[in-house]
């Protein structure tokens, strides 16, 4: 008996290996039909935007992309207002009234003095233009001449007791001649000098000047056309410079700020 039960075999053991592949297998497949369905619902989600982008697109009219920030309406231009659709708030009538009388005081102003600084300027330009180097000068006084221009050699000075160049022609004169422009031209400056007293300087065009010292009682102002004859002044006293040689006229002539020789364009 116990031999038999020695000899009887036991239960067989199962095999697990194909039960497990099997699983794994079905687990494998689902995976991979899961992975194929999460694309899919992908794919499906980003055609569905795509048209829906699309449509937009189409309705707007326009090929911007429809998520782009929306343009304030300065930057859109909408702030700028064309010039033709501003309402005219001006009142013409009442500018040309202005306007008239604006120009009535000009023409005033010019009525009482003659020199605007616009009408100066305008007058001025035609004025300096003429000199060409070859016009004569008028005298500037009814007198005759003190001392010579001389620039080559010095000349003796009474007052100083020295001898210097002179850049000017020393006109004698009385005190209170009359003092006349030699040429047309526009007056530059007006200046008080210890050494030419009140002098007058007058641009004549072309780099050309004319000096006029010794004088008083100018009427004349800085800016002011002149024409020949214009009176610039009168005949002063000397100054301490001239004492010696008593009252006269100093008028020097300057081309580019260099002296030249005004006898050579006076009239005889």
Same mark, same amino acid.
């Given at each position: 008996?116990?031999?038999?039960?020695?000899?009887?075999?036991?239960? $067989?053991?199962?095999?697990?290996? +194909?039960?497990?592949?099997?699983? #794994?297998?079905?687990?494998?497949?689902?995976?991979? =039909?899961?992975?194929?369905?999460?694309?899919?619902?992908k794919q499906a989600q980003k055609e569905q935007l795509q048209a829906k982008m699309e449509q937009e697109k189409k309705e707007a009219g326009t090929d911007k992309i429809v998520n782009e920030p929306e343009k304030s309406a300065e930057e859109k231009g909408e702030g700028n207002t064309p010039l033709d659709n501003v309402p005219n708030t001006e009142k013409p009538d009442n500018n040309d009234e202005n306007t008239g009388a604006g120009e009535s005081t000009s023409d005033n102003e010019n009525d009482s003095d003659g020199t605007t600084a616009g009408e100066t300027q305008t007058t001025g330009s035609r004025a300096i233009s003429g000199?060409?180097? $070859?016009?004569?000068?008028?005298? +500037?006084?009814?007198?005759?001449? #003190?001392?010579?221009?001389?620039?080559?050699?010095? =000349?003796?000075?009474?007052t100083l007791d020295q001898y210097k160049y002179n850049p000017a022609v020393i006109f004698s004169a009385e005190v209170g001649d009359q003092v006349i422009a030699a040429t047309t031209g526009v007056v530059k400056s007006?200046?008080?000098?210890?050494?030419t007293g009140t002098t007058v300087t007058v641009d004549i065009g072309n780099g050309y000047e004319l000096i006029y010292g010794q004088l008083k009682e100018v009427p004349v102002k800085t800016g002011q056309s002149v024409t020949?004859?214009?009176?610039?002044?009168y005949v002063s006293e000397p100054t301490k410079y001239y004492s010696a040689e008593g009252s006269n006229v100093y008028f020097e002539m300057r081309k580019n700020g260099q002296p030249v020789n005004p006898i050579e364009f006076l009239v005889e």
């Open positions: 008996m116990n031999q038999e039960q020695k000899k009887r075999p036991g239960p $067989k053991k199962r095999k697990r290996g +194909p039960a497990v592949a099997a699983v #794994l297998c079905f687990v494998a497949a689902i995976a991979i =039909v899961g992975t194929y369905t999460f694309k899919d619902y000199f060409d180097g $070859k016009s004569e000068l008028l005298w +500037p006084v009814d007198g005759s001449i #003190l001392m010579n221009y001389s620039m080559d050699k010095t =000349v003796y000075f009474k007006i200046d008080k000098t210890a050494q020949a004859k214009t009176t610039l002044g």
